[in-house]
């Protein structure tokens, strides 16, 4: 089994940054990949993007390459998503996932564990 625990979210203005952490505790998660994912109201929950298990290989979905990035600390147990240049509509709640696989895909299936999420907000 494999807890997930995301924090770091709140409140930001447009064009502000956050960095989300997710804490991974139970089973050791070197041989899971990592994705984030977000659902904002109203809308389904989205593939935000993922890192391999290894910490070499990411993936972004488009609406958020080149001002996401997803790092890992293996030692530490933890998975980061650094969100700059933030807009309103990146305004959901936020969920990191486990997938025991190498490289992150896309669909939640592919994922076994999930976290509670934690919310996002950009304000205009």
């Known amino acids: 089994q494999v807890q997930l625990v995301e924090s770091g979210g709140g409140l930001v203005q447009t064009g502000g940054s956050l960095r989300l952490s997710c804490a991974v505790s139970?089973?050791?998660?070197?041989?899971?990949?990592m994705g984030w994912f977000r659902q904002a109201p109203g809308k389904e929950r989205e593939f935000v993007g993922g890192i391999s298990w290894t910490g070499a290989s990411t993936n972004y979905a488009y609406s958020v390459k080149g001002r996401f990035s997803i790092s890992r600390d293996n030692d530490k147990n933890m998975v980061y998503l650094q969100m700059n240049s933030l807009k309103p509509e990146d305004t959901a709640v936020y969920y990191c996932a486990a997938a025991a696989q190498f490289f992150c895909g896309s669909y939640e299936r592919e994922y076994a564990y999930w976290g509670q999420g934690t919310q996002v907000t950009v304000s205009s």
């Open positions: 139970g089973r050791s998660f070197r041989g899971y990949c």
